[in-house]
């Protein structure tokens, strides 16, 4: 399947917002603010003012997603904010029915799931930006990147926060982004929404987390290196990771060194060289948004992200 590009946005179009993962206590009048002062409207699902757990079972939550994605009155979905829900409901969305319509969907952390999902049964881009939960004043750069990306306008990354690992050249290469929460990345390995294998040797892996203490990304990483995902990757691009610091004595685990080398071992001489780069996603640093399941080029000279469209 080929893959389908979201709707472009425009001023005047309207934004639905639901609480896909959790319920939360957002100022849902911030956020209809700011949108209308980007030509937006927003109208809010159920779910944004539930107060429950989940804000509701798993049917519901899968009912009001797979309506704003199509015949809900609105040209995009937004998150409010992430959780621990997202995983119940995978199995009872009508992805040909998603990729009908190409609505966008924006969301990061337990959103992950519904990236991936929705990458691999719908071959549609979603978009890993700030949420409702972001929706502040003080937000603003963050915010002005996320309708730069959804409006079409999004063509470059620069300059990118740290130097580039890997192999040298002007140009390290191309491929598909896809990924998100390294989390929940690891807890979809061997289910049917993790990425299928005909696709990994054209996959640039975006990963993120929050708050993970260095022995359990290192799991993680090996949990990918046992499975021959690390090996067969185009190459790792690193978004914001927070509390990387072992026990008192310990270094600082720096993911981007490790996985590179776990990139390079027992790799195929047929496959390209691979590379980590690095990009903001928050958490104290600024929020970029990314286009993920979009063909994207990384720069290693002018250690840039070069998007190819992904809009339509």
């Not at 939360?24 to 949108?35: A, N, P, Y």
């Not at 904010?81 to 199995?91: A, K, S, V």
């Not at 409006?151 to 990118?160: A, S």
Request: aromatic share 10%.
């Amino acid at each position: 399947m080929e893959w389908k590009y979201p709707k472009r946005l425009a001023p005047g179009m309207t934004i639905g917002c639901i609480a896909p993962a959790s319920s939360s206590d957002e100022s849902l009048e911030m956020i209809q603010q700011i949108c209308r002062a980007k030509g937006y409207d927003i109208i809010f699902g159920e779910s944004c003012r539930s107060k429950g757990l989940y804000g509701g079972s798993a049917e519901k939550q899968a009912e009001e997603f797979q309506w704003m994605m199509t015949d809900g009155p609105c040209d995009a979905v937004l998150a409010l904010r992430g959780g621990y829900g997202t995983m119940r409901y995978l199995d009872k969305i009508d992805y040909d029915a998603v990729r009908e319509y190409k609505k966008p969907f924006i969301g990061y952390s337990d959103c992950t799931a519904l990236h991936m999902a929705i990458n691999r049964y719908s071959r549609l881009v979603t978009y890993h930006g700030p949420m409702g939960v972001d929706f502040k004043p003080e937000r603003h750069d963050d915010i002005d990147a996320l309708f730069s990306a959804v409006e079409g306008k999004l063509q470059v990354i620069e300059p990118l926060p740290e130097p580039p690992r890997g192999a040298i050249g002007t140009e390290l290469g191309d491929g598909i982004l896809r990924g998100g929460n390294m989390t929940m990345l690891s807890m979809l390995c061997g289910t049917p929404y993790f990425f299928e294998d005909d696709s990994v040797e054209d996959t640039i892996l975006f990963i993120e987390d929050i708050g993970e203490a260095p022995y359990k990304l290192d799991r993680m990483l090996q949990q990918w290196r046992l499975s021959g995902l690390l090996n067969r990757i185009k190459g790792l691009m690193v978004g914001t990771f927070t509390d990387c610091d072992g026990d008192e004595g310990e270094r600082e685990y720096d993911i981007g060194y490790e996985a590179l080398r776990y990139m390079e071992e027992n790799r195929k001489s047929s496959l390209p060289d691979p590379f980590v780069c690095y990009v903001p996603t928050g958490h104290g640093t600024p929020h970029q948004t990314l286009p993920l399941g979009a063909h994207v080029h990384f720069r290693y000279i002018s250690n840039t992200i070069v998007l190819s469209p992904y809009t339509s």
